[in-house]
C-alpha cells in the first residue's frame, strides 16, 4: 500500500509541476481555444503555472500533504465546471481520474511518515 501511496504521490506531484512549467509556454491553437473556452485568457496563465507549481512542490511536505491534495482536487472541480459551463462535458468527463488522484491521495495518507 506504501509503494502505491508513493507511486501516486510522485505522479501527481509530476503532474503539477509540468502544467505549471506549460503554463509559461506559448499556446497551441487548439490550447488557446480551448482557455478561450473556458474563459481563462493568456494574462492569467502564469499565476495559474506558478500555484500549481507550489503544490506540486507542497505534496513532497507531511504538513502540507493535505492541503496540497485539496488544492489540487478544487483545481480540478473548478476546471470541470468552466468545462460544464462552456458545454464541453467530455472534457469535464476525462478530468475524473484526475480529480481521483488527489481524494485516493488523501485516502492513502502521506507516505513518507514512520
Known amino acids: 500500500m506504501k509503494a502505491i501511496s508513493i ?3 510522485l505522479v501527481s ?5 509540468k502544467h505549471g512549467w506549460d503554463a509559461f509556454q506559448p499556446l497551441g491553437p487548439e ?3 480551448m482557455m478561450a473556452n473556458l474563459g481563462i485568457n493568456q494574462a492569467t496563465m502564469p499565476y495559474f ?15 502540507t500533504f493535505f492541503i496540497s491534495n485539496l488544492l489540487n482536487a478544487v483545481t480540478i472541480i473548478l476546471i470541470m465546471a468552466l468545462s460544464l459551463r462552456a458545454g464541453d462535458a467530455k472534457t469535464a468527463l476525462m478530468e475524473i481520474p484526475f480529480l481521483a488522484l488527489p481524494l485516493v491521495l488523501i485516502w492513502l ?3 513518507f511518515k514512520s
Open 31 to 33: 490550447q488557446e481555444k
Open 13 to 17: 506531484a509530476c503532474l503539477s509541476i
Open 109 to 111: 495518507k502521506y507516505p
Open 49 to 63: 503555472g506558478v500555484f500549481s507549481i507550489i503544490v506540486g512542490l507542497l505534496l513532497f511536505f507531511p504538513q
Open 7 to 9: 507511486i501516486l504521490l
